[in-house]
């Protein structure tokens, strides 16, 4: 019976559509959290936190869980690698959705581009649990996840694929073939990583999507063939309370 954490990337105010209405009669369809990732972009820090406070907060259930999302980009959309500066992007992105009422204990990296110095920051700031890892995809703009673990692990201080001491909790995001299990993949895609994991007793299957693309369908079916395989759905912090005891 496999623990399955759904993710949702929430970057809509930098997009034409939100789907989150339609994702969250999905959630109460089946009576599922999910985690929302809400995104704290360099260009506009408050526009995510704004439009789920005016549009969404409302609506979506108290069992669901809120992360902070960032993609590590100054004001001028460029990516930043200095450590020190980057710290100062999670106290920023942590501090913005302070602003909306929400203490974010989970957080993604945007490009999935955490780097090792991030954790200290992140740990050290009350997270606990992240979900950045994608073991040997494919996609890798910025870092190589080539290696890592596919099941939660805490990871090294030095080498973020490798096991280590770190407080924090690492649930990587479901792999195959060097695909990735985001809903806007398609459903064949996804349903390829799914069956493997399911074949293979993977406890933990994170699924990731994003909030601007309509992958609802592809949503339906993916807990549709989960439930039949007895998974329960919890959010990533709830992991971290099982993978503690």
Known sequence: MPTVAITLDCEAADYPRCYTQEYIKVAEEFTIPFTWMIQVSGKDPMANAQLYYREYLHRIPSWHEFGLHLHFEDGYGRYVEDPRERGELIQTGKDMLKQVHIKPTAFRAGSYALIPPDLKYLEDMGFLVDSSAI?????RPFV???GAPQRPYHP???DLRKPGEARILMVPIATHNGKFAYLD?????????????????TPVICIGGYD???????????VLLLKKHNARFTTLTQIVSEYTL
């Open 135 to 139: 073991p040997n995809a494919e996609h």
């Open 144 to 146: 190589d996840w080539d």
């Open 185 to 201: 993949q398609g459903w064949d895609t996804v349903q390829a990583i799914l069956t493997h994991h399911l074949e293979q007793g």
């Open 156 to 158: 090294s201080y030095d």
């Open 212 to 222: 601007y693309h309509d992958s609802v369908e592809v949503l339906r079916e993916a």
